[in-house]
């Protein structure tokens, strides 16, 4: 049961470019066509509920949304809702405001989103990452040459006739050159959020669809509620990198902050061009704009969607993040613990891998006391050549492990980047060395200093 869009795909794309005319904030674009008026949710007596084992669902509201779900979807989502049922998926409430993932499907569903994203494959999309996260990838898609155009006509001529202020970010004014030329990206740097995207998915179901229905809502953007600590030991250091990271908060006590996090205004140009024009091997517009809205956060809101670059060059060909900017934006997105980046490599001015922070051991029971904490770990690998100059770098997820017969310990991680949709397995005698930096939980390396064992790193890192 498709709820109707707009029949002609060209006109209805080219109609949603103009994002603001005449000073109109970005929330006045949403869309309300087609879409199936709400049920009421009411605990009154009456309605046909389905047979739902007590087991499965307790929570009454829930039971409710379930049946509701269940008549409206299609049987391919009837089949994800059943499975993501019995996994005990879609009654996790492990959200930051505690909502279920059952309640955020249906705000995604039966509420307003911004104009342009059909709701029923933003339904559709979520339901399908939920049941394989490993699905979510990092490759961006083309947006076709005569929307191009459109884009950089109309961009030019709103910077031309309006003093237009971007809502995402109130102190910065709108700039032409904001909008480049040249969107095609053949090589993502947006690894660190997809990884971060693929983490919320995995291991908190209510909080991916959470973050999926403030993203794609008139408002564009997520709220959550964090403890100070959680940032920095030091409130006043908390807040200064919360200020330096640019990002909209507010303290509700002395404890407690809340954050607004969102994508940068682009975003929603390419995560357009991915709903109409989305081909299997490359990113969902749900991926576009989570993905996006990481980058934003962590590059202090430097990041342009469109060409996959930042306004600064603090990194490479200005893509990507730093290894302390993605700690701050996985602290920020995890919301529950505090993270540590932890440097394992050393390298020298001329990228050149010049020894390490710590020992095969050591490196390794961080990684295995991590998983034990039901936590999982992102890393950021590096590819060396035979002189040991970096040549390459990537991030990936750690998250699980397993121990055969002799020892060996195989470590199981989720690569966005690799063309398939599944877990991969990467001995922990080939991983470790590669490790430049992971983020570790803070209480796992809390008052622990660097350990070398000289035996050690020449017999694993032929040092």
Not at 218 to 224: H, R, T
Not at 232 to 256: F, H, P, R, V, W
Not at 335 to 353: H, I, W
Request: with cysteine; net charge neutral; glycine share 4%.
């Amino acid at each position: 049961m498709e709820a109707k869009f707009v029949p002609n795909i060209k006109s209805a794309y080219l109609h949603s470019m103009a994002l603001v005319k005449n000073n109109a904030p970005l929330s006045t674009n949403i869309n309300t066509e087609g879409c199936t008026p709400a049920p009421q949710l009411s605990f009154k007596a009456g309605g046909v509920i389905l047979n739902v084992p007590s087991n499965f669902i307790q929570n009454p509201l829930d039971k409710k949304i379930y049946n509701i779900l269940m008549q409206v979807s299609t049987p391919e989502e009837q089949k994800y809702l059943d499975n993501l049922l019995k996994a005990g998926r879609l009654t996790s409430t492990k959200s930051n405001d505690k909502s279920s993932t059952l309640q955020n499907l249906y705000k995604i569903l039966y509420e307003p989103r911004i104009k342009g994203l059909n709701q029923r494959k933003i339904y559709n999309e979520t339901l399908k990452t939920l049941n394989n996260p490993f699905k979510i990838n990092q490759r961006f898609g083309d947006i076709p040459d005569y929307l191009t155009g459109t884009l950089i006509a109309n961009h030019w001529f709103n910077s031309l006739t309006t003093p237009y202020s971007d809502p995402t970010s109130p102190t910065k004014k709108f700039k032409a050159i904001d909008i480049p030329h040249n969107m095609k990206v053949n090589y993502s740097g947006t690894c660190v959020a997809a990884s971060m995207e693929f983490n919320l998915a995995y291991k908190k179901p209510a909080e991916y669809t959470r973050f999926v229905a403030g993203l794609t809502s008139q408002d564009m953007c997520v709220k959550s509620k964090l403890k100070i600590d959680n940032i920095s030991e030091s409130k006043e250091e908390a807040k200064q990198a919360m200020k330096g990271y640019g990002l909209d908060y507010k303290m509700l006590d002395n404890d407690t902050v809340e954050v607004r996090i969102r994508p940068d205004r682009n975003a929603i140009e390419r995560a357009r061009a991915q709903s109409f024009f989305h081909k299997a091997t490359t990113r969902s517009a749900l991926d576009v704009l989570m993905q996006s809205t990481f980058m934003q956060l962590g590059s202090a809101n430097t990041y342009n969607t469109l060409n996959d670059k930042r306004e600064e060059e603090s990194v490479v060909d200005g893509k990507g993040l730093t290894e302390a900017e993605k700690n701050f934006a996985e602290t920020i997105v995890d919301s529950e613990s505090r993270k540590t980046s932890v440097t394992y490599q050393e390298v020298d001015d001329d990228a050149k891998l010049t020894g390490f922070n710590y020992d095969y051991n050591s490196t390794l029971n961080h990684l295995l006391k991590s998983l034990k904490k039901e936590t999982n770990i992102i890393i950021g690998i590096t590819e060396i050549d035979r002189n040991r100059s970096i040549i390459g770098g990537h991030e990936i997820t750690v998250i699980g492990s397993k121990q055969d017969k002799n020892g060996n310990i195989t470590f199981i991680c989720n690569d966005t980047d690799d063309d398939y949709d599944g877990p991969i397995e990467i001995s922990a005698r080939e991983l470790i060395p590669k490790i430049h930096h992971a983020g570790i939980p803070y209480d796992v390396i809390a008052n622990e200093q660097p350990k070398l064992n000289p035996d050690l790193v020449k017999k694993y890192f032929g040092i």
